[in-house]
Nanobody, 120 residues
Framework: QVQLVESGGGLVQAGGSLRLSCAAS????????MGWYRQAPGKQRELVAR???????YYSDSVKGRFTISRDNARNTVYLQMNSLKPEDTAVYYC??????????????WGQGTQVTVSS
């Protein structure tokens, strides 16, 4: 059974920081590209950041320079460090696993999501 469990969400003031974690189990491993998505109320889910099995990263323009995605393959965990948070970063954040490094197709596995709320 493949599982992704997110943690680290919460309420923070604008300008603050949070670090999200995503612990993977089952068949998800260091061979899988991983991503963080978010969905705000009334909006579509969007890709925030992505990291391949070899550590290549991608960031959406809205978070570039503020967020950092990383992975610890020994712990099978992916992180999203979020700095300089803005109220528009408020959303449910989801961890996702792609099939191997096939990040050009939709992820195969999703976590349950963690709420991030940024107050102004």
């Amino acid at each position: 059974q493949v599982q992704l469990v997110e943690s680290g969400g919460g309420l923070v003031q604008a300008g603050g920081s949070l670090r999200l974690s995503c612990a993977a189990s089952g068949v998800v491993s260091s061979r899988n590209a991983m991503g963080w998505y978010r969905q705000a109320p009334g909006k579509q889910r969007e890709l925030v950041a992505r990291i391949t099995s070899v550590g290549a990263t991608y960031y959406s323009d809205s978070v570039k320079g503020r967020f950092t995605i990383s992975r610890d393959n020994a712990r099978n965990t992916v992180y999203l460090q979020m700095n300089s948070l803005k109220p528009e970063d408020t959303a449910v954040y989801y961890c996702a696993a792609y099939r191997e490094n096939m990040y050009y197709v939709p992820p195969q596995v999703w976590g349950q999501g963690t709420q991030v709320t940024v107050s102004s």
